[in-house]
């Protein structure tokens, strides 16, 4: 149905902004007293309010009280949403000052949450993914990433990406899905390494193409999760099947990134132990530069250098890595608004990385309002963006959209 929804005291639509490098405020196109026309889930047009009515006078208004800011919504581009149980107790020794080392010994880590995973029948990996979701679009985030990889083992990393897929139409959030099947070598595997990444080639990713479960697939590089050399040609194999690239790279050493480049990855995610090198690989390349703040937050860690990917003319988006071992927090903006403060990033940096940015590391259209969009959109309850981010993610959106239109009431 075609509507004008409006007035809002500012829209920020986010277009007309370089898609890498750094961004100043200034750059910003506002819109004051702005309206947006509305056909069929699909953003025609943005501007004045007044003029948008006079040009289209019989079609209904939806009217917003004075005192919003819109935006696009939000895209986390990184999530570990579909997972059972907690692990607060590893939480608990982390903070007391155990090691990641001492943590495992003790039954914690990935393992302790592929173990009650795996514990959860599908039905429940459903609904407490939906009910997670559905937090997140009340936040303002209207299309959320979610990765596999508690399942490890043929049979339940299809149960987790089959759960992706059915909660993908119980909540009105927008799903997509990635196998995270190289996520770490399962302690119940009988083979090496590169054994277990051949079982994935030739058991599991066929299967996910056959049933259209998802077209991407992640790793975890990292010394102690998947090798350099055993990520790329598994990464190699499973792009020759057709599948889009993403990779964690260089959360605690070095050596994802190149892994990144050489296959052509659409984003390179974590990079806190990212340092010049790593930065100008990415710059000069198409990948997507993702920073998660929640993970540094949740282990006391550095942030990954943004400031330095965005000065160097990389692309930078920021996700949450919602997960339930390293970022159980999952509050996107809050994360955003006090990693920048810490970074230096300017506003237009932030909401560029929340939503345009992050488009592009799902290569989905999306997180601008442009005529040809989905009308996806959320309204903030003050006068000015910059309030936004200066509560430091306090201040929630009070109205969503999805398509158009309001996703809590259909
Ligand atoms: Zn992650």
Same mark, same amino acid.
């Given at each position: 149905?075609?509507?004008?929804?409006?007035?809002?005291?500012? &829209?920020?639509?986010?277009?007309?902004?370089?898609?890498?490098? /750094?961004?100043?405020?200034? #750059?910003?196109?506002?819109?004051?007293?702005?309206?947006?026309?509305?056909?069929?889930?699909?953003?025609?047009?943005?501007?004045?309010?007044?003029?948008?009515?006079? *040009?289209?006078?019989?079609?209904?208004?939806?009217?917003?009280?004075?005192?919003?800011?819109?935006?696009?919504?939000?895209?986390?581009?990184?999530?570990?949403?579909?997972?059972?149980?907690?692990?607060?107790?590893?939480?608990?020794?982390?903070?007391?000052?155990?090691?990641?080392?001492?943590?495992?010994? *003790?039954?914690?880590?990935?393992?302790?949450?592929?173990?009650?995973?795996?514990?959860?029948?599908?039905?429940?990996?459903?609904?407490?993914?939906?009910?997670?979701?559905?937090?997140?679009?009340?936040?303002?985030?209207?299309?959320?990433?979610?990765?596999?990889?508690?399942?490890?083992?043929?049979?339940?990393?299809?149960?987790?990406?089959?759960?992706? @897929?059915?909660?993908?139409?119980?909540?009105?959030?927008?799903?997509?899905?990635?196998?995270?099947?190289?996520?770490?070598?399962? @302690?119940?595997?009988?083979?090496? #390494?590169?054994?277990?990444?051949?079982?994935?080639?030739?058991?599991?990713?066929?299967?996910?193409? #056959?049933?259209?479960?998802?077209?991407?697939?992640? &790793?975890?590089?990292?010394?102690?999760?998947?090798?350099?050399?055993?990520?790329?040609?598994?990464?190699?194999?499973?792009?020759?099947?057709?599948?889009?690239?993403?990779?964690? /790279?260089?959360?605690?050493?070095?050596?994802?990134?190149?892994?990144?480049?050489?296959?052509?990855?659409?984003?390179?995610?974590?990079?806190?132990?990212?340092?010049?090198?790593?930065?100008?690989?990415?710059?000069?390349?198409?990948?997507?530069?993702?920073?998660?703040?929640?993970?540094?937050?949740?282990?006391?860690?550095?942030?990954?250098? *943004?400031?330095?990917?965005?000065?160097?003319? /990389?692309?930078?988006?920021?996700?949450?890595?919602?997960?339930?071992?390293?970022?159980?927090?999952?509050?996107?903006?809050?994360?955003?608004?006090?990693?920048?403060?810490?970074?230096?990033?300017?506003?237009?940096?932030?909401?560029?990385?929340?939503?345009?940015?992050?488009?592009?590391?799902?290569?989905?259209?999306?997180?601008?309002?442009?005529?040809?969009?989905?009308?996806?959109?959320?309204?903030?309850?003050?006068?000015?963006?910059?309030?936004?981010?200066?509560?430091?993610?306090?201040?929630?959106?009070?109205?969503?959209?999805?398509?158009?239109?309001?996703?809590?009431?259909?």
């Amino acid at each position: 149905m075609k509507k004008i929804i409006g007035p809002f005291t500012q &829209i920020l639509p986010l277009t007309g902004l370089p898609l890498k490098g /750094a961004l100043k405020d200034e #750059q910003l196109h506002l819109i004051a007293n702005g309206g947006v026309l509305v056909d069929n889930g699909l953003i025609v047009e943005t501007g004045d309010f007044n003029e948008l009515r006079k *040009a289209n006078p019989s079609t209904p208004t939806e009217e917003i009280q004075t005192g919003h800011v819109l935006l696009p919504g939000f895209i986390d581009c990184h999530t570990h949403i579909c997972f059972g149980g907690n692990r607060a107790k590893d939480y608990a020794m982390r903070i007391a000052g155990k090691t990641y080392l001492e943590i495992a010994k *003790a039954g914690g880590g990935i393992w302790d949450t592929v173990t009650q995973t795996r514990a959860a029948d599908e039905a429940t990996l459903v609904n407490s993914l939906v009910q997670r979701a559905n937090r997140h679009l009340a936040e303002g985030v209207t299309t959320i990433e979610v990765k596999s990889g508690y399942g490890l083992s043929l049979e339940e990393e299809l149960k987790q990406l089959r759960a992706i @897929k059915t909660a993908s139409v119980q909540t009105k959030a927008k799903l997509i899905a990635t196998c995270l099947a190289a996520h770490m070598v399962p @302690k119940d595997f009988t083979g090496s #390494q590169e054994e277990y990444l051949q079982h994935i080639v030739d058991d599991l990713l066929p299967v996910i193409k #056959q049933e259209k479960l998802t077209n991407r697939v992640d &790793i975890f590089i990292e010394q102690s999760a998947i090798n350099v050399e055993n990520a790329l040609i598994y990464l190699k194999k499973a792009k020759q099947m057709g599948f889009d690239i993403t990779v964690h /790279a260089d959360q605690f050493t070095t050596g994802g990134c190149a892994v990144a480049v050489a296959v052509g990855a659409v984003s390179a995610d974590h990079l806190e132990a990212s340092g010049e090198h790593e930065i100008e690989l990415l710059a000069d390349s198409n990948i997507v530069a993702v920073t998660l703040p929640g993970a540094s937050m949740g282990l006391g860690m550095p942030y990954a250098p *943004a400031r330095n990917l965005l000065n160097a003319g /990389a692309c930078l988006a920021i996700a949450s890595d919602w997960n339930p071992g390293s970022a159980p927090m999952g509050d996107l903006l809050m994360q955003a608004a006090v990693m920048s403060a810490s970074e230096k990033l300017s506003a237009a940096e932030v909401f560029a990385g929340l939503t345009f940015r992050a488009a592009s590391a799902l290569k989905i259209e999306g997180g601008i309002l442009a005529p040809g969009m989905p009308a996806d959109m959320q309204a903030y309850p003050c006068a000015d963006y910059r309030e936004i981010l200066y509560y430091q993610g306090k201040l929630k959106p009070n109205k969503i959209w999805i398509g158009g239109n309001d996703p809590m009431t259909q």
